[in-house]
């Protein structure tokens, strides 16, 4: 689970996160330019997981460690659908400022799942 994709995988969601910060100040909602976004971030982080996947076993992780691994990992790819369900239902400035947290959770998730796999 080495690599470029975990960091760029963190680097394009806090890049998503700035972009919806801009989209809040111009008091716009998500697009489909937004979308396209999240859906790289979301085929970067399904690509991590079944890298994951097969990497786990060559690891020196527990099963607690893995279950961890896992459960950030899962988490990673709801976090990004739930966040743009709730921000297309709403149409408000508030609901685009939701995808701000998500673009942030998102990085943290990854980061988090980085943290669990080295060590």
């Known amino acids: 689970m080495d690599g470029p994709l975990p960091l760029?995988?963190?680097a394009a969601s806090l890049?998503?996160?700035v972009?919806?910060?801009v989209y809040v100040a111009l008091a716009r909602t998500p697009d489909w330019g937004l979308l396209g976004l999240a859906g790289v971030i979301e085929a970067g982080?399904?690509?991590l997981l079944v890298i994951a996947a097969f990497?786990?076993?060559d690891a020196d992780l527990s099963?607690?460690?893995a279950i961890t691994l896992f459960g950030y990992l899962v988490a990673a790819l709801a976090v990004l659908p739930i966040g743009f369900l709730w921000?297309?239902?709403e149409r408000s400035r508030g609901a685009t400022a939701v995808l701000a947290v998500v673009g942030?959770?998102?990085?943290?998730l990854v980061v988090r799942a980085l943290q669990v796999w080295a060590s």
């Open 87 to 89: 921000s297309l239902t």
């Open 19 to 21: 972009v919806v910060l």
């Open 15 to 17: 890049l998503f996160a």
């Open 104 to 108: 942030l959770t998102e990085a943290f």
């Open 8 to 10: 760029a995988l963190i």
């Open 45 to 47: 982080v399904l690509v």
């Open 55 to 57: 990497q786990v076993g």
């Open 63 to 65: 099963g607690p460690s």
